[in-house]
């Protein structure tokens, strides 16, 4: 017996066409215009802080209204202001004079008992910012946690060093961040034995795109790059 042929699939109708053309341009603009709406509200946030320092008559765009009488509002003229200003004070402060202006400065602030507290934790924390800004994780590994045979993504920070190396014996220890999802920026600090990490191929910003699509977005096997470098191979 023969079977009837197999019938042709049902032509997709316009309004279907429609809806599955305005997803792909969602998915096209969405990024973009979500970009461009941040950048556009934080230059016009740092605008408003900065620019009441400026005297008026220095103003830009007064100074375009004076010659030329055409109204304009320059955004962003803030954000320059304040690298400007930001640059200036480093490199015054890289000098002799500047260090020592600093230093009696400070000495000043924290000669005040509640101005000393607030000062030296803001210190504190910026700091803290800016050297985790300067380094990055090494590689993305797996760890068995919270329990054996649960595996999660961490990325190594560095070899654990002074008391937490000591106490653990000659055993070498590693500090590997546990990262939670899909906020990456909030986890766990670890301390690890070196044979119980399992390092990745995969990068640490794929790794990263993965804990935070809670495993919805895996890297490209073929753009995984074997950088073992610095580390002995791990134990599987």
């Known amino acids: 017996m023969q079977l009837p042929p197999t019938p042709p699939p049902p032509k997709r109708g ?3 066409s429609l809806r599955s053309s305005f997803l792909t341009g969602l998915i096209v603009i969405t990024p973009i215009g ?13 605008d408003s802080w900065v620019l009441p320092f400026i005297p008026q008559a220095y ?3 007064t100074l375009i209204r004076e010659y030329t009488g055409i109204e304009v ?33 400070e000495s000043l602030v924290l ?17 803290t910012v800016l ?8 590689k993305a590994c797996l760890v068995e946690y919270p329990r054996k045979g649960i595996w999660a993504i961490a990325f190594i920070s560095t070899t654990a060093k002074g008391e937490i190396s000591k106490r653990h014996g000659p055993e070498e220890m590693v500090s590997v961040f546990l990262p939670t999802t899909p906020n990456p920026t909030s986890g766990f600090l670890l ?10 191929d995969m990068s640490v910003e794929d790794a990263a795109k993965l804990v935070i699509s809670a495993g919805l977005v895996y890297p490209n096997d073929a753009d995984t790059t074997a950088a073992r470098e610095g580390l002995p191979e791990a134990a599987e």
């Open 191 to 200: 301390f690890v034995p070196r044979k119980d990490v399992t390092i990745l």
């Open 131 to 138: 050297a985790q800004g300067q380094q990055n994780f090494d």
């Open 59 to 61: 103003n830009p765009s």
């Open 73 to 105: 509002n320059i955004r962003g003229i803030g954000v320059v202001t304040f690298l400007l200003f930001t640059i200036l004070v480093g490199w015054i402060a890289k000098g002799l004079i500047g260090r020592s202006l600093i230093l009696w400065a």
């Open 34 to 46: 979500v970009t461009i709406w941040l950048i556009w509200t934080l230059t016009g946030w740092i």
């Open 111 to 127: 000669s005040i008992p509640l101005i000393r507290s607030l000062y030296s934790g803001l210190k504190q924390i910026v700091e």
């Open 14 to 16: 316009f309004l279907a």
